[in-house]
Every structure is written in structure tokens, then in C-alpha cells.
């Protein structure tokens, strides 16, 4: 008789971001000396895109916010002047997703206003917006724009109701919603979308979670379980699942997971800690990592979400002294590549009015671009224009990749008709892509009238080097620093000829089209 050895084996499980850490900036790449906000708001109060960086500031006498060039690291000027058209604190601002030079704000004062912010940023205090939103009766505490539609705007008040605002409008001031969802019976603490924008969940402050649609306003579920109370809500993106976080029935801090189909009863509850201050989820779809940053807490706990059980798989924390009040996002269109960083966090640290940049960084010894942490990501073209949403129609974004060198496919079936004059004549491309190009392609269309339009725009635009403004970069500190900037330069200016010369040619076309015009209506006479 034989006796089968039996050897065990230990289950590791396989993941590319089980060593992912977080690394923060040196003192001289922070932002420092800026008077963060001491609003008791439960919001992120800062906002960031590739280009600028938007901050909720203390200030007497209305509300205002700071708008600064990412690149405009260091010590900021006290007297920086700020957007301060608010006539009650600002409560929640929000980069529009498609254009990177404007942003929506809401305040005390129940209005909701979007700024135009100039190219070379914000020179001076900055008082008329764009557009106004006035419909709600209370005060205005959370805004959130549409994932795939272009200026569509979704706004929540403390007068318990849900607003979709369409910005493809003549009015300066728009008084009338496109839709009014009047579902909660309190105040709704957060919103979230799936990946389309075809149904997005709230949470309450009756501790309820509710899923709609926000177009027929419909509620399709609603979840409310005694065990859990939920705070924020997190759609994790294609996954048909809903992330909340909140406390659990002893007040212990606690997130849950549920399937989307089924909010009767949380896939899974874990209890994170007996601390009191907000759970803020951020998730990446790209990655499926989910990061937990606790109001007050300096760690960040990050996880691995998968679609079978166990679901969630703790990987590790970065840990600090320094507590956050509130977190900013980099889209991922504004990530450094080269460096692996798949995730980046803008820390508010109000007891050193310092804003901290922390990026998350997968090891990797090859310099060479890393397609696999990197795949096909949202982009910041719309997939739809308001109209098209308003009128039934869904669609998932347009994806990008985010190789070096690589240039975002253009589709003149996708893009046409695609925005409101700012979005067409500031179109927005993803850093390390040259907007001469884009300008280039506009020059072959034989709309005169869209020529004009881009022409104005690019009047106001500065010229942009490897996804930086050479008006807003920091100056050179070494001389190879400087060496690099000034060969950027000399490329710069090359494309810049080449493209008033074609700019000449189109003028003596347009002159001879204007001539042959007068010359066929003077013989017909």
C-alpha cells in the first residue's frame, strides 16, 4: 500500500497592482500658502484637470475659488486674484469634463454658475460667469456633470430636489431645468453615474440609496438597510455594482458592496475603523482599484474590486501624518506615464494651507510605456451632444489611449455638431498632443464661418509643448532644463510658420472666392 504525499500550497493571488505605493511631492511641487476652505461640508472641495487646478478658499464677503496652473507650483501670492462671483460660500466645484477651461460652481446663495476660464488662467478676479442656473430655493451643495453628454449638468440642493440643467442654450441665466427629480425626502449627500450616464445613484441623508434614470426621472430601486447606513455611493463603472460608504449599526466606519440589479440586500459589508470623519471613494475603472481617504485621516486604503467573490482584495495603505480635509482627481488623460502613475490625488492639508500632490505608482523596471496598466481610457471628447441625450440616446465615452505620441482618432460622424462656441473654439487635447495639430485639421474644412470661429479662438490660445502652456511653465532651474525648453521652443516656432503660411494661402482663397462672388452678381446685373 502506497501512501500519496500531500503538499500544501499556499493561494496567492495573481495582481500587476499588489505592490502599487503612493509617493508624495517634494515641498518646492506643492502648493503652498493657499487658504483652504473651513466649510464643515462633507465635499472634496478641490477639483483638478491636465491644465489647472481649482481650490475652494476662505474668504469674507461671498464665496470664491482659486484657480491655479498646475505647473504654478510653490508659494502662492496671498493676493492671487480668484473667480469671486458668489454671493454665499461656494460649496462644490466641478471641471467640465470635455473642456478643460471650464468649470461649474455652486454656493450658498442657490445658484449653480459656470465659468470661462481665460487661457493663460485666471489674471484677475474673475466676477460674470458664463452661464447662471437659478431654480433652486435652498442652498446649492453638490454639482455633477454628465460622463458622456456634452453640457449636461446635474445639481442638488438642501431643497431636496435634483436638477439637469442642459447648457446648449442661448441664456446667460437659465431659470428652467430640463428635468426636476423630486424622489428624496432629505438631503442627498452624493450622486454617482455608470459608465454610459444612463442611470445614476444617490445617497440621502435618510441613510436610503436610490438608482434612477435620470432622464424620465424614474426610480428604478431603492435600497434601505439596517445595518448599514451609506454616506457616499460609488458606481463601479461597467461592474453592475454600487460601492457606499457610511457606518454600520455600532457606528463603526463601514463600506458596502451591492449588485446593481439587486439592492435588497449589500454583496458584502466590511468594517474599516471606529474613526468618525467621512469615507471618500475614488475609483478607477481602467485598473478596477478603489481607493477609501477617511476626512481627517492622513492613510488612503486602496483595493482590487473583481466581479466574483470575494469581491474586494485589500492591497495595502499609504499612510501620513499630515489629515486631509479633501482630495482632488487627475483624470487620467493628465497621468505621467513614464513614471507608471496610475492614479493621482491633490491632498488639502488646511492645518499647513498646503495642497499636497500624491501620485500612486505601480514598480516597474523597463522605462518603456506599460500598455498594461494603461489600457484604452475615457477621453475628453463627448460622445453625445445635449440634444442627442436629451432625446433617449445613450452612449458609452469615447476612448483614448494614453501612449506618448499617440493621437486620439478623429471622427467627423462623432464630432460634428459636437459642442457650444466655447467648446468649439477651445478644443482640448490630452497632454503630450500638439494643438497645432487640431488647428491644422480645421484649416482643410470649407465652412468659412467655422474658419472665423477657430481663428478668434486661437488668437486667445497659448502654444502648448508636451502638454504644458510656455506661458504657465515654471521657469527653467538647470541648464539642461533650459536647454530642453529652448529646442521645445525652436519646434514651437517652426510649426507656428508653417501654419501662418498655410493661413496666408487660405486668405488669398478666401479673396479670390470674394472676388469671383462679386464678379458673377456684377455680370448678372
Known amino acids: ?3 500519496s504525499k500531500m503538499t500544501w500550497r499556499p493561494q496567492y493571488r495573481s495582481s500587476k497592482f499588489r505592490h502599487v505605493f503612493g509617493k508624495a511631492a517634494t515641498k518646492e511641487s506643492c502648493y503652498d500658502g493657499v487658504p483652504i476652505t473651513r466649510s464643515v461640508q462633507d465635499n472634496n472641495f478641490c477639483a483638478a484637470n491636465p491644465r489647472f487646478l481649482a481650490v475652494i478658499t476662505e474668504c469674507a464677503g461671498g464665496g470664491a475659488f482659486l484657480v491655479l496652473s498646475v505647473h504654478h507650483t510653490g508659494k502662492i501670492d496671498p493676493l492671487h486674484p480668484r473667480v469671486s462671483g458668489h454671493r454665499g ?9 470635455f473642456n478643460d477651461f471650464c468649470i461649474a460652481s455652486c454656493s450658498e446663495d442657490t445658484t449653480v454658475k459656470v465659468w470661462e476660464i481665460p487661457p493663460h488662467g485666471v489674471l484677475k478676479n474673475l466676477t460674470v460667469p458664463w452661464k447662471e442656473l437659478q431654480g433652486h430655493s435652498r442652498r446649492v451643495g453638490l454639482i455633477e456633470w454628465h460622463p458622456t453628454a456634452n453640457n449636461i449638468l446635474f445639481s442638488t440642493a438642501y431643497d431636496y430636489q435634483v436638477m439637469i440643467w442642459n447648457l446648449d442654450c442661448p441664456e446667460q441665466v437659465i431659470k428652467n431645468p430640463v428635468r426636476t427629480i423630486r424622489h428624496h425626502t432629505d438631503v ?5 453615474f455608470n459608465t454610459d450616464g444612463s442611470v445614476f445613484a444617490t445617497t440621502c441623508k435618510d441613510r436610503k440609496v436610490r438608482l434612477m434614470e435620470p432622464r424620465s426621472g424614474n426610480l428604478l430601486q431603492e435600497a434601505n438597510c439596517k445595518t448599514h447606513k451609506a454616506s457616499k455611493v460609488m458606481i463601479l463603472g461597467n461592474m453592475k455594482m454600487l460601492l457606499t460608504s457610511g457606518t454600520s449599526r455600532w457606528n463603526d466606519r463601514q463600506i458596502a458592496l451591492w449588485d446593481q440589479d439587486d439592492l435588497s440586500v449589500p454583496l458584502l459589508e466590511e468594517n474599516l475603523d471606529g474613526s468618525s470623519g467621512v469615507i471618500f471613494p475614488f475609483y478607477d475603472p481602467d485598473t478596477h482599484m478603489l ?3 477617511g476626512k481627517g485621516d492622513g492613510n488612503i486604503r486602496y483595493y482590487e474590486i ?11 495603505e499609504y499612510r501620513s501624518l499630515s489629515p486631509q480635509k479633501g482630495m482632488g482627481v487627475m483624470p487620467k488623460r493628465g497621468l505621467d506615464v513614464s513614471s507608471c502613475e496610475v492614479f493621482r490625488f491633490y491632498k488639502l492639508v488646511t492645518t499647513k494651507s498646503l495642497i499636497e500632490p500624491l501620485s500612486m505608482i505601480v514598480p516597474r523596471r523597463s522605462e518603456s510605456y506599460q500598455e498594461d496598466i494603461y489600457p484604452m481610457t475615457a477621453s475628453n ?3 453625445l451632444t445635449a440634444e442627442q441625450w436629451l432625446s ?5 465615452p469615447l476612448l483614448m489611449s494614453l501612449k506618448p505620441g499617440s493621437q486620439e482618432p478623429e471622427s467627423f460622424s462623432d464630432t460634428k455638431g459636437l459642442g457650444s462656441t466655447l467648446d468649439s473654439r477651445r478644443s482640448q487635447s490630452r497632454p503630450g498632443m500638439l494643438q497645432l495639430a487640431y488647428i491644422q485639421g480645421q484649416l482643410e474644412t470649407k465652412d468659412v464661418k467655422n474658419d472665423s470661429d477657430h481663428t478668434e479662438g486661437d488668437r486667445n490660445r497659448t502654444p502648448v509643448s508636451n502638454g504644458e502652456d510656455l506661458a504657465l511653465c515654471s521657469p527653467p532651474r ?13 519646434e514651437e516656432i517652426r510649426r507656428l510658420r508653417e501654419l501662418l503660411n498655410q493661413r496666408d494661402v487660405r486668405i488669398k482663397q478666401l479673396e479670390l472666392e470674394i472676388k469671383n462672388v462679386k464678379n458673377s452678381s456684377q455680370s448678372s446685373r
Open 392 to 396: 433617449g440616446i445613450d452612449k458609452g
Open 478 to 490: 538647470t541648464e539642461n532644463e533650459l536647454r530642453m525648453k529652448f529646442h521645445k521652443q525652436q
Open 188 to 192: 442627498v449627500l452624493s450622486m454617482s
Open 306 to 316: 473583481s466581479s466574483e467573490k470575494p469581491y474586494l482584495h485589500y492591497l495595502t
Open 1 to 3: 500500500m502506497t501512501v
Open 291 to 293: 481607493y477609501l481617504a
Open 381 to 383: 471628447r463627448p460622445a
Open 89 to 97: 460660500n461656494v460649496l462644490d466645484i466641478k471641471w467640465n469634463p
